[in-house]
């Protein structure tokens, strides 16, 4: 796909899906076959539930059948989320993470596996789990040292509800 293909399309779609109060976090397009596929991803700071995923998505396909940006073949268009074990790139994307355990993969070419306590613009503040029955320990890790980092999937997660959080919701 070129890149003025994809700008376009950024620039014909990002209104839209703005408007349904969600970020447009990736388009791309593949080919299947002879069809091609129009993927976006999108998200929010609260997620995005499947109302929300519908509703943008007959916006954009409705969108996109008032223009010629996919030409004039057959596409098939898919809207979803980042997934489970979504890429962080951008600063929301590490606000929307706190509280999640992250991999990282540092400038440095070493990786990090720990938990995003905090953000702020310069950095994050982290716990790093401890090994052999060792106590967890806190990191500061500024951006610029982040070469890539993806959020881990948690099966047996602990709930780090505090005990008078819940009285107080009650």
Not at 83 to 112: M, S
């Amino acid at each position: 796909m070129s890149t003025t293909q994809s700008e376009r399309l950024r620039e014909l779609l990002e209104p839209l899906v703005n408007s349904q109060g969600l970020d447009l976090e990736e388009i791309a397009v593949d080919s299947v076959g002879r069809k091609r596929v129009l993927s976006v991803v999108v998200d929010s700071d609260s997620g995005a539930d499947l109302d929300q995923i519908a509703d943008v998505s007959r916006a954009l396909s409705a969108k996109l059948d008032d223009t010629d940006a996919m030409g004039e073949g057959e596409y098939t268009l898919e809207v979803g989320t980042p997934g489970a074990e979504r890429p962080l790139k951008e600063h929301r994307h590490y606000v929307r993470a706190v509280g999640r355990l992250a991999k990282f993969q540092l400038t440095a070419g070493k990786d990090l596996v720990a938990r995003i306590l905090q953000v702020d613009d310069e950095g994050l503040d982290l716990e790093v789990p401890g090994v052999k029955g060792r106590r967890p320990t806190s990191r500061r890790l500024a951006f610029s040292e982040i070469d890539k980092a993806r959020v881990q999937v948690e099966f047996n997660r602990k709930d780090n509800e505090k005990p008078d959080q819940k009285e107080e919701e009650a």
